[in-house]
């Protein structure tokens, strides 16, 4: 069974500093990795896809790695602001009972201090 | 990219009573999926919503609890049938294209069960 762990659950850092968000999985055999930010009390909003071919997605302040023979992947966020704070998921999508599936870790908590 | 609404974003009921939520998205989709959310907690896979079929329900979930509908490409419902206080979360609906396609997440429906 897939199992997706964060770390940490929770990082308060102050405006400006650059940080990484760390996610590890269980099983290699991965579609993708998605990683998404929820604000409290929110939906999801996408932050990056990385297919299991690929090792790096970057958009904006954000570079999403992944390695998948660890089953590791990591969020970058450069140059961090107040507005980043919230909570960000990292989900996997894999096969299991018959159908695909997005598999999610429980989240790390960020706060970014002005 | 898919925009997806849900109805009600929120609503408190009395014990025994049963919701209904609505999730419609702008485009056609392949794939639909309802996520349950509890307090403090991380996301968990409810059921695939199959177009003209029967839905596809995850370990731990029943139909007779979680009915949903799926009667097109655009629209799902999820009914939280004869509920108790443990009932409460937030109730996300999910959509997907292919399996290598971004997974899109609905604002959710946020349940208070009294």
């Known amino acids: 069974k897939q199992e997706v762990t964060q770390i940490p659950a929770a990082l308060s850092v102050p405006e400006g500093e650059n940080l990484v968000l760390n996610c590890s999985f269980t099983?290699?055999?991965?579609?993708?990795l998605q990683w998404f930010r929820q604000d409290p009390g929110k939906g999801l909003t996408s932050l990056l896809l990385?297919?299991?071919?690929?090792r790096e997605q970057t958009s904006g302040r954000l570079n999403a790695s992944l390695d998948k023979s660890s089953g590791r992947s990591t969020l970058y966020i450069a140059a961090s602001q107040p507005g980043d704070s919230a909570t960000y998921l990292c989900?996997?999508?894999?096969?299991?009972?018959?159908?695909?599936?997005?598999?999610f870790g429980k989240g790390t908590k960020l706060t970014v201090n002005p | 990219s898919a925009v997806i609404s849900q109805k009600p974003s929120r609503d408190i009921c009395q014990r025994g009573t049963s919701l209904t939520i609505q999730c419609q998205v702008d485009?056609?989709?392949?794939?639909m999926f309802w996520y349950r959310q509890q307090p403090g907690q991380s996301l968990t896979l409810i059921a695939t919503?199959?177009?003209?079929?029967?839905?596809?329900?995850e370990s731990g979930f029943v139909i007779d609890k979680f009915p949903i509908s799926r009667p097109n490409l655009t629209f799902s419902t999820l009914t939280v049938s004869n509920m108790s206080p443990e009932d409460s979360s937030i109730y996300l609906c999910?959509?997907?294209?292919?399996?290598?396609?971004?997974?899109?997440f609905g604002p959710g429906t946020r349940l208070t069960v009294l």
């Open positions: 999910s959509v997907s294209g292919r399996v290598s396609d971004t997974q899109y």
């Open positions: 099983d290699s055999a991965i579609y993708n």
């Open positions: 990385i297919q299991s071919s690929q």
């Open positions: 989900a996997v999508r894999h096969f299991q009972g018959g159908s695909e599936k997005l598999v």
């Open positions: 485009s056609q989709v392949t794939m």
């Open positions: 919503a199959n177009q003209g079929s029967e839905a596809t329900y």
